[in-house]
Every structure is written in C-alpha cells, then in structure tokens.
C-alpha cells in the first residue's frame, strides 16, 4: 500500500512540474498602427514603457504596462499633446516557478506622432 502511494504521489508532482511550467500571456492583436500614409503628421520621438506583471497561481493578475501607457509616457516626457503611438514593437521575459508565482517583465517601444491639420480647401 505504501508503495502505491509513494509511486501515485511521484507522479502527480512529477505533472504538476511539467504542467504548471506554463504560462498565458495576451499578445497585441495585429493593429494598423504604422505612420499614416498621407504624411500628414510630425514626429515627436521615441518611448519606452516598461513594467512587470506578478500572476499568482494564474489567478491573481498585478501590474502590467498597456498600449494607452505608452501615449501617457511619450506626453510627460515630451511635455506636449500626442495623437498617436506608430511603430510598437512589445518584448516579454517570463519568469515561473512551478506555475504558482510567475512574473512577466513587458517593454513597449513606439514612436510617439502629432497629427497635422490638412490645409484647407480652396
């Protein structure tokens, strides 16, 4: 009987390392979010936003940077009023233990534009 349970235990903690090793992280969905074609527009410079989301047992979700982060970000340190965020590129670097604590280090880069008012017509 002791045998049983010490091999029945040996494998469910030998799953439970294999299983919990994953982890589910939300990508972007695809966006057009490239310069606008009609060149109408002014490049204020480039941003960088970084911050770490801490998930407990894939349950509790803390922290995170978000695409909205990164026009807040380009404002406070341009001091001006951003239209849009083109070209963002997002990077993850994953950390788990066994699933129960994880933490997901997310950077987003972009570059921050203004956009111009069109000439009016005559």
Known sequence: ?????????SVILVAAVFASGCVSVSYPVAHDKSFPPDGRYEVIGSVLCKDRT????GLIWLGGVKYINLGAEAEKKY???VNDVVNVSVDHEVMS???IYTQVETTMRGTAIRYIDAPAAE
């Open 54 to 57: 801490i998930i407990i047992f």
């Open 79 to 81: 001091n001006v009023k």
């Open 97 to 99: 233990v066994l699933g």
């Open 1 to 9: 009987m002791r045998m049983k349970l010490l091999a029945m235990m």
